[in-house]
């Protein structure tokens, strides 16, 4: 389930720490939407106060990959595709080593289906048109990885059988 956490204090952002188990006390709303027959499922904190829970990190987690939507990192992208962007959280991160490959792809994204194959380079950035997350106003594009893709294929077509986080 994906958590979109808004702070009452920026500053708590320093202790959400990926990998690391955190308590987020605040207005806690749920929401879910239909992809293609199976149902993703959000839990929204508003207000959130964020305070430690132990101190072990959990490898497991601490590269886990999901879809960042509206990055405030890339919000002059965005505004120069005139798109919602969504991208692949790890690509965010070090935008030095991939802003430029990541722009190069939002600006020429393919238009192919969850169920495609993905060809090419494993660590090569594509960028695809993505309906699910489009709304009428404003179309979406999303970019990730191509070894993201080949996963996100895998749980495309069996959502209950892939346990296992995307690839970094």
Same mark, same amino acid.
């Given at each position: &389930?994906? /958590?979109? /956490?808004?702070?009452?204090?920026?500053?708590?952002?320093? $202790?959400?720490?990926?990998? %690391?188990?955190?308590?987020?006390?605040?207005?806690?709303?749920?929401?879910?939407?239909?992809?293609?027959?199976?149902?993703?499922?959000?839990?929204?904190?508003? $207000?959130?106060?964020?305070? %430690?829970? #132990?101190?072990?990190?959990? =490898?497991?987690?601490?590269?886990?990959?999901? &879809?960042?939507?509206?990055? +405030?990192?890339?919000?002059? *992208?965005?505004?120069?595709? @005139?798109?919602e962007l969504? /991208?692949?959280?790890? *690509? /965010?991160?070090?935008?030095?080593a991939t #802003?430029?490959?990541?722009?190069?792809?939002?600006?020429?994204? &393919?238009?192919?289906?969850? @169920?495609? *194959?993905? !060809? #090419?380079?494993?660590?090569?950035?594509?960028?695809?048109?993505? =309906?699910?997350?489009?709304?009428?106003?404003? !179309?979406?594009?999303?970019?990730?990885?191509?070894?993201?893709?080949?996963?996100?294929?895998?749980?495309?077509?069996?959502? !209950? #059988?892939? !346990?296992?986080? @995307? +690839? +970094?």
């Amino acid at each position: &389930m994906l /958590v979109n /956490v808004e702070l009452a204090d920026p500053a708590d952002a320093a $202790k959400m720490i990926p990998g %690391s188990a955190v308590i987020a006390q605040g207005t806690i709303k749920d929401a879910h939407e239909n992809h293609n027959g199976y149902t993703v499922y959000f839990i929204f904190v508003e $207000k959130a106060r964020v305070t %430690s829970f #132990g101190s072990d990190i959990d =490898p497991q987690y601490a590269n886990f990959t999901y &879809m960042n939507c509206q990055p +405030p990192e890339l919000d002059a *992208l965005a505004k120069l595709l @005139g798109r919602e962007l969504c /991208v692949q959280n790890t *690509l /965010v991160t070090n935008l030095v080593a991939t #802003g430029q490959e990541l722009e190069a792809a939002a600006h020429a994204p &393919m238009k192919i289906s969850p @169920g495609d *194959l993905v !060809s #090419g380079d494993p660590a090569a950035i594509t960028c695809r048109l993505d =309906p699910e997350r489009s709304d009428a106003e404003l !179309s979406a594009i999303t970019c990730a990885r191509n070894n993201y893709w080949v996963w996100w294929r895998a749980k495309w077509f069996n959502p !209950s #059988g892939i !346990s296992t986080t @995307g +690839p +970094p």
